[in-house]
């Protein structure tokens, strides 16, 4: 129970320290990619410290929705990140929410976020927040799928489970996992509002989804939004890795593996960050209304691979 | 003296006293007393019957048994209540220019000439004075269907006239047959048309005779049923007469035909040992239903939509009775008496819409429940009654039949609850917008008795929820009077 | 005796259907008049005879009844109303009238098809007579059908009423007294009535043609 | 006892509704007293039907009804759940609309009492009818009361039409229904429930009878295809009956079908499940898709109402098919989401209802167009609906979510089923159902936030005032409802399993203490509801505590950017015909489009579109269609001409005597 305590602390701190340092990284990662000069790779943390000094400018009919939803938004995504298995599977709050209550709380987070963009009534923010929800309800399911699909093969929709199962199981090529990784990969790209499906970068609002959102938010708001925005990242990130590349996580009768399971963890986040910069950098953003065809090729890559696992009987 | 005597008395010695003093102004409260008198002897009549069994009167020629007396009581009950309607409505009809004190003499006089064959015709044992009061009744609605005598009730008079005359005179022939059938057996006489004496007999009756004389009653009875396709005359002499007509039309007339038709079955059935008539009746009484239900649904005329769906429940009561076995025959009883109730509370509250809205149109009849609350409710009301939604009466029978109908003879069950959506589907969305919605009626300076409409759909209500003890053993043995 | 009389009883049913036919086919309306009294005769005269042949005396009340009113009392009225009425010269088209006959001479087949195993097991003298007065009957059935004026349909009407009665004399010796006393009354009543009726129909209409009396229908 | 309790309190309400009456055009004693007192009445139900799961079933016999088929009442534990739902829900819609009702609303407020509680007290006697005929009787009740409820403002011909279409579908379900028993009674002629349940049917009559008690009930739940009067009829009526409708009328067409399912019938087949599996997801698809597109707040919910019972309906049918292949535990578990999602369903929409009523009271517009911006004129019924709204959206830790993931758990466990082709099945349903819960998020982001968040869309908005007390009463008991559903799920699981494990015979297997619901084993799936909740709120308090203590809280209010662009206006926003236009888009094969589109040149251009279900012109049409022509083949043997009348009684005259001779 205490090394459970213990690992669980050690993974939201860990969580809230690394996931700003994994969006400095892919954006380093995509300036070398695109032959610009890279940014610090610390460079989030100090927009986010001076983010947090500033005054912040509310809209004056702002509703204290408005004000509350960044907290609620940062909480959810902390919470999402202590309940992914990244370094250990002995995580004591795991028991209270399984793969489908983490989907719940992306939703959670992204109902909130959406509403609290409809509050100020500009048009950008409705505008966002419906274009939000509509890649919303179609990435939803489809990561849902992708997890019932490592469901169906561990018999469990337990986070902690799920991967004790994959990671101390015999070596095995799972066809299905293959088609949900892929899902798993076009989920992250939209949910992480990255490329083909958002530009992080932009404020065209012909384009714009997830920067619409946050377009009235300022000062300490607008940083527990931002520093948010890369704890998702990172969860997605190390849900991903906790999936489909289980080695080297940590569980309850083998504790002292959490030493070693940090320095695994950051090569893997590292890795996947430089191929998640390369993916964005070969691909070209689409038109928003190419994004639901994106997303339900995703959702039937999904589903399709449940059914190759019940066909397969594997 | 039996009281017997005093439900035939007080009509006639009324249309008599009316055919004198029917254009007085007290004309309509005598009207009222007199069909107050036939009730409370009925009530006598009945209690007699409760009490000490059948009853034969004066040489047999009368007979009451638990059958007729239900009948009897429910018509002198129906009668009495359309009497108090009538009161306000014909001093409408005055105010309005519709009735003159000539027509108005006549029709009071006949209104109490028309109770009293109904009563004969009930309560008679013998099937050629039946005959005789049927032909008596057609004589007198005739009268009292054309007493506006505008060109479209003479029309419709002329058509009751004559179908009806036509029909009832094929149930003559089956008289003639059936009195030829009996007298080879007891020699001619008066005895071998006595119902009670054929009872006792039916079983060795001549089944080729009775074949035959069953199908000209059945035909004759059948036409004031208003069975389909014998039913044409029905709605142009609901349509086009006064108002508290129609409602004895549908309410009491057609179920005294039926009685008809009835006390002929059960020598049918037991002279020919199949089950002739009863197919008969299924037959005719499913067409019926299924026929009306499409009528229903293009009618405009308020009154003839109502005379429809008369059409639609007399045909669910033959059919019914034509299931036979103590529950068919018991629903049959009830839908008989819920039916009665309820079509003549819907008629009178109609009958009230139409005045005030001076048109039958029903597209001239809107919103009455902004006008005046308890006609519009009242019409509502009953016409979700009548359509068999319970907790009405109506609903109880046609449970029993529904279900009785599903056992016997399934076939026929899918028909009978299409006709009885499509029957609810028409009524209703021709009802819902005369009752609700922005009104088009204007108030009348005579308040219209609603009394009546009330009594009707409370009673209607209370034999959907509970039927008394004394009241169900009573049909209970109706019932049983009609075997299977 | 018996043989003669029964024999005299078939003859007059042969009569009573030669005239239903003659009815069928005739245009005038007077015409029809005159065949419905001689109809009325011909009834009276059977339910006499059937009297003495059965010794049966309330059937001579009976032929005298029928004789007032059939004979006498309703043609009388007949005579008065199309006087009246001015359509003492009206002469109907009827369409067709060899098929009509045709038709008729099926519907009589079909009435003797009807009857056959009543009269085969008949004790009684008259025992080929029901039928006849079936096809009587549907024949003014039939012409009742056929007519498209007021009066005509009328008279259709009442000979329907006069099978009946000639099958309630020949089949079965006459109905008990007071039921035939009520038939009667309901007859004379509702000529009456009719009466009455063609007189406001002729008011309301200005004519007789019933075809007029078809405003009331389903559209 | 508790039965005794529940009549009481049925008698209570036909009291209340008979004294509304006596005071017809009394509001004020109507709406402060006799709504207050209906509202405890529902309490009182709500506790003994509570108190009476403990109890084995009860009965009695009143001697009112048929002579030969008295009123037969029993309380079993599936009758007293759903009691418990009635009273618990009844009450707060009771107490809201105690302050609800004004003058001037069309129908008297006696006489709206009257409705309300006869509507109430036969829901009640519905759910404890233990004969088919006491059962007709109150189920047609049930629906002529409410009938009346939705047509309480009959002014409007669209009111009327959607009470017809209302009335006529619920009558055709009654006949389904009826046909149903009688299917059931197998010939007998009794028909008492205890006769019904000791039926053994033949395979093919339990599936005639399976198949007439979907039709029937699923016409009451909006089953597709019959689902068409729902959202006509539940916004035409006033709020509060709505919410009964919607909240508590529609779990009664679920009671029934459980009863027949699970209760007559004993041995259920496979294809039945798989077929209420495929109407029930093509209802919840539908119902969410179209709610996605409305634009009349009511409309929105009663859609979404639509999905709701279908995604009940798919768990019913899984639960069937469990129970066909004898799977009980797995039975015990669909059941279990099902009867959760019923509560959770009846919570959450009266929820929303009432607060569309009050929005409705406050603003007089039910167009999502012309509302917005509410939360600052109507705080309390904006902060309590988003609760509602976020159950709906089945999002944890609140009540929606627990029935969705009961739902889903279920679902995964489907692979076990000893028949391929079902196995199959399973991922395609199972992300049917995902999408569809998404989906459900959207609509009610969309709900909420176009009418509650943003600029008021109309001047008069800012003249909206909050709900009274007895509103508020009301919406914060059936919040608190939504709440404890979500947080308590392991002890309302214990209530329920006293109403499983009569209909399948087997309980839900390890409990994981009191705040950790894991209804198979905790390995295999678990969720902590309150460790959820501490989780999230923990993680908000400190994050916010710790920007407090290490940075400020200072705050500049100025007006919004107007993006360079001096003549925005409120009516600029996105409106909810927008936030639909993706869903129209994606969705479009379930529409039936009408669009006008302005050209280049129009000096006034106008855009117009409408969305209709094109259900009607594909089914309902036709058969309207086809009855009026036969009615007009049928008028046509009457042309008014007396000798054609005269040929057709000679006819079959003669017919009759061919039949005779034979």
């Given at each position: 129970m205490n090394t459970g305590l213990l690992s669980q602390l050690l993974e939201v701190l860990l969580a809230l320290w690394l996931a700003p340092l994994l969006t400095g990284w892919v954006n380093q990662w995509r300036a070398w990619l695109q032959n610009k000069s890279a940014p610090s790779l610390l460079q989030p943390y100090r927009k986010l410290h001076k983010l947090f000094h500033k005054e912040p400018v509310l809209a004056e009919h702002a509703s204290p929705f408005y004000r509350m939803a960044p907290y609620l938004v940062f909480g959810a995504m902390a919470l999402a990140c202590a309940i992914i298995p990244s370094l250990s599977t002995d995580l004591p709050l795991s028991p209270a929410a399984d793969a489908i209550a983490l989907v719940g709380l992306f939703a959670l987070a992204r109902v909130f976020l959406s509403l609290a963009a409809m509050d100020v009534g500009t048009a950008f923010g409705t505008l966002g927040a419906r274009r939000d929800m509509l890649i919303g309800f179609l990435a939803e399911p489809a990561l849902l799928m992708v997890l019932f699909c490592a469901s169906l093969l561990s018999q469990s929709t337990s986070l902690t489970t799920i991967v004790d199962q994959f990671a101390h199981r015999q070596f095995a090529i799972h066809p299905s996992l293959a088609l949900a990784g892929v899902a798993f990969i076009l989920v992250s790209l939209a949910e992480n509002a990255r490329i083909p499906v958002d530009n992080p970068a932009t404020h065209l609002e012909l384009t714009m989804v997830h920067e619409a959102l946050l377009l009235e938010y300022s000062g300490r708001h607008l940083a527990l939004l931002e520093w948010a925005a890369s704890l998702k990242l990172f969860a997605y990130a190390c849900a991903g890795l906790a999936l489909f590349f289980p080695w080297g996580v940590a569980d309850a009768r083998s504790p002292e593996v959490l030493l070693l399971a940090l320095p695994v963890l950051m090569g893997k986040l590292a890795v996947s960050g430089a191929l998640l910069a390369l993916l964005e950098s070969v691909s070209a953003k689409m038109r928003i209304f190419r994004v639901p065809e994106f997303l339900a090729s995703a959702f039937l890559l999904a589903v399709m691979g449940m059914l190759i696992n019940i066909l397969l009987g594997a | 003296m039996s009281p017997l005597f005093l439900v035939l008395g007080f009509p006639l010695l009324g249309s008599m006293a009316l055919a004198f003093f029917g254009h007085r102004p007290f004309a309509r409260t005598l009207n009222m007393i007199f069909s107050l008198g036939t009730l409370v002897a009925a009530g006598a009549l009945t209690m007699e019957v409760i009490a000490r069994g059948p009853v034969w009167v004066w040489d047999q020629e009368f007979f009451i048994d638990p059958l007729n007396v239900f009948m009897v009581t429910l018509t002198a009950f129906v009668g009495w209540t359309t009497s108090i309607f009538s009161s306000p409505y014909m001093r409408v009809e005055i105010a309005q220019g519709k009735m003159t004190p000539a027509r108005l003499r006549l029709y009071h006089s006949m209104y109490q000439l028309f109770s009293f064959t109904m009563l004969l015709a009930l309560m008679t044992n013998n099937l050629g004075i039946l005959w005789v009061a049927m032909e008596a009744a057609t004589l007198t609605t005739v009268l009292l269907v054309s007493v506006y005598r505008s060109a479209a009730s003479l029309e419709a008079a002329w058509k009751y006239f004559i179908l009806c005359g036509v029909g009832i005179a094929q149930a003559l022939f089956g008289t003639v047959l059936l009195y030829m059938a009996a007298g080879k057996l007891v020699g001619s006489g008066s005895d071998a048309l006595l119902w009670t004496h054929l009872e006792t007999i039916k079983g060795t009756l001549d089944p080729h005779i009775m074949g035959l004389a069953f199908a000209f009653l059945f035909i004759g009875y059948g036409t004031k049923v208003g069975l389909a396709p014998l039913h044409n005359w029905l709605p142009d002499a609901h349509a086009e007469g006064p108002t508290p007509v129609s409602a004895v039309l549908s309410g009491l007339l057609l179920n005294v035909a039926l009685y008809a038709i009835l006390r002929c079955k059960v020598l049918a059935d037991g002279a020919l040992h199949n089950h002739l008539a009863s197919q008969l009746m299924m037959g005719f009484g499913l067409l019926s239903v299924v026929m009306a239900a499409l009528f229903l649904w293009r009618q405009k005329d308020v009154k003839r939509l109502f005379a429809y769906s008369s059409i639609e429940h007399m045909g669910l009561i033959t059919f019914a009775f034509g299931m036979g076995g103590p529950v068919a025959n018991f629903a049959g009883l009830l839908h008989m008496t819920v039916h009665s109730l309820i079509k003549s509370a819907i008629f009178f509250t109609v009958g009230h819409a139409t005045q005030k809205a001076g048109t039958q149109l029903m597209e001239g009849i809107r919103g009455l429940i902004t006008v005046n609350p308890t006609v519009g409710w009242g019409m509502l009301l009953g016409a979700l009654a009548i359509l068999g939604l319970p907790p009405f009466g109506v609903f109880a029978s046609e449970f029993l039949i529904l279900t009785t109908a599903m056992r016997e003879q399934a076939w026929a069950t899918p028909f009978l609850l299409l006709a009885l959506g499509i029957a609810f589907a028409a009524v209703f969305a021709r009802v819902q917008p005369m009752v609700f919605g922005e009104t088009s009626v204007k108030t009348l300076p005579h308040p219209p008795a609603l009394v009546p409409v009330f009594v009707h759909l409370g009673l209607g209500l209370l034999l959907g929820l509970y039927i008394p003890p004394y009241l169900s053993t009573w049909y209970a043995q109706a019932a049983r009077l009609l075997g299977n | 005796m018996s043989t003669v009389l029964t024999q005299s009883i078939n003859l007059l049913a042969a009569i009573l259907l030669m005239l239903a036919f003659a009815m069928l086919s005739q245009r005038r309306v007077l015409s029809l008049i005159h065949l419905f009294t001689l109809q009325g005769a011909t009834l009276a005269l059977s339910t006499a005879i059937v009297g003495v042949a059965t010794h049966q005396p309330h059937l001579y009340f009976s032929a005298a009844l029928t004789l007032l009113l059939k004979v006498i009392l309703i043609p009388l009225l007949l005579h008065r109303v199309i006087d009246r009425l001015n359509v003492r010269w009206d002469v109907e088209t009827l369409i067709n009238i060899p098929t009509t006959l045709l038709a008729g001479i099926v519907l009589v087949i079909f009435s003797f098809y009807l009857a056959q195993p009543i009269a085969q097991m008949s004790l009684t003298i008259t025992r080929g007579t029901l039928g006849i007065a079936l096809a009587s009957v549907l024949l003014s059935f039939m012409m009742m059908i056929t007519r498209s004026k007021a009066v005509p349909q009328v008279i259709g009407f009442l000979a329907m009423e006069n099978g009946l009665f000639f099958a309630a004399t020949a089949a079965t010796y006459g109905m008990p007294m007071v039921v035939e006393l009520g038939i009667a009354l309901d007859v004379l009543v509702g000529i009456l009535i009719l009466g009455v009726f063609l007189f406001h129909i002729r008011e309301q209409f200005d004519s007789m043609d019933i075809r007029h009396l078809e405003k009331l229908k389903e559209d | 006892m508790p039965l005794d309790c529940i009549l009481l309190v049925v008698a209570a309400w036909l009291l209340i509704g008979i004294f509304g009456v006596l005071v017809l055009h009394r509001l004020r004693l109507v709406a402060r007293l006799m709504f207050p007192a209906g509202g405890l009445a529902g309490l009182l139900l709500a506790a003994a039907a509570a108190w009476s799961l403990t109890f084995p079933p009860a009965s009695v016999i009143l001697p009112?009804?048929?002579?030969?088929?008295p009123f037969h009442f029993r309380l079993d534990s599936l009758a007293a759940f759903f009691l418990l739902i009635l009273g618990a829900v009844s009450a707060g819609v009771s107490f809201f609309a105690a302050g609800y009702f004004r003058s001037g609303e069309g129908t008297p407020p006696g006489l709206l009492c009257l409705e309300y509680h006869v509507f109430l007290a036969s829901m009640a006697l519905v759910l404890l009818a233990d004969d088919a005929y006491g059962f007709m009787v109150m189920w047609e009740t049930m629906a002529l009361s409410s009938f009346f409820l939705v047509i309480a403002?009959?002014?409007l011909g669209e009111i009327r039409r959607a009470g017809y279409l209302y009335l006529l579908m619920a009558h055709v379900g009654a006949m389904a229904i009826l046909l149903c028993f009688g299917v059931l009674q197998a010939n007998t002629g009794d028909y008492t429930f205890a006769n019904l349940r000791a039926q053994h049917l033949s395979p093919f009559a339990a599936s005639l009878a399976f198949l007439l008690a979907t039709a029937g009930f699923g016409a009451k739940g909006g089953l597709l295809p019959l689902h068409v009067w729902l959202p006509e009829a539940h916004p035409a009526a006033p709020s509060p009956a709505s919410a009964l409708m919607s909240g508590i009328m529609l779990k009664t067409a679920v009671y029934g079908l459980l009863r027949v399912t699970f209760d007559f019938l004993h041995t259920p087949l496979w294809w039945w499940g798989l077929l209420l599996l495929a109407l029930g997801l093509a209802s919840a698809l539908a119902g969410v898709v179209f709610a996605a597109v409305q634009v009349d707040m009511k409309r929105l919910l009663a859609y979404s109402s639509i999905e709701n019972l279908g995604l009940v309906f798919a768990g019913t049918g899984l639960a069937v098919l469990f129970a066909a292949y004898d799977m009980r535990p797995m039975a015990a578990l669909a059941l279990t989401a099902v009867l959760y999602h019923v509560a959770s369903h009846a919570c959450f929409k009266s929820l929303l209802f009432v607060a569309t009523g009050a929005v409705l009271h406050a603003t007089r517009e039910r167009s999502l167009g012309k509302l917005g911006g509410l939360i600052r004129y109507m705080p309390w019924v904006a902060w309590i609906t988003l609760l509602g709204a976020l159950t709906s959206a089945g999002l944890?830790?609140?009540?929606g979510f627990v029935s969705e993931w009961l739902l889903l758990q279920s679902f995964l466990f489907t692979p076990g089923l000893p028949n391929a082709f079902l196995n199959m099945l399973v991922p395609v349903v199972a992300a049917l159902i995902a999408l569809v819960t998404a989906l459900a998020g959207y609509t009610m982001v969309k709900f909420f936030g176009v009418i509650f968040l943003g600029q008021p869309r109309e001047e008069k908005l800012s003249q909206a005032h909050d709900a009274g007390y007895w509103e508020r009463i009301g919406m914060l008991w059936l919040a608190a409802g939504c709440l404890v559903l979500g947080l308590f799920p392991v002890q309302v699981l214990a209530l329920l399993d006293a109403v499983t494990r009569p209909l399948v015979g087997a309980s839900l297997a390890t409990q994981a203490g009191p705040w950790l619901l894991a209804p198979i084993d905790p390995a295999r799936a678990s969720y902590g509801p309150v460790l959820f909740l501490l989780g999230v709120s923990g993680c908000v308090a400190t994050t916010f505590l710790l920007v407090r203590w290490r940075y400020h809280g200072r705050l500049q209010r100025v007006p919004p950017w107007n993006c360079g662009y001096p003549w925005r206006n409120a009516r600029m926003q996105d409106t909810a015909e927008g936030f639909g236009q993706p869903i129209r888009q994606i969705f479009e094969p379930f529409f039936r489009m009408e669009r006008d589109l302005p050209d280049a040149f129009d000096a006034t251009p106008h855009y117009r579109v409408s969305v209709s279900d094109p259900l009607w012109h594909w089914l309902y049409l036709p058969i309207a269609r086809t009855v009026e022509r036969l009615a007009r083949l049928a008028g046509?043997?009457?042309?008014?001409?007396i000798a054609i009348y005269l040929l057709y009684s000679f006819l079959t005259l003669i017919a009759v005597l061919l039949v005779v001779r034979q």
């Open positions: - | - | - | 009112i009804g048929l002579p030969t088929l403002n009959h002014r944890p830790p609140l009540g046509q043997l009457q042309q008014g001409r």
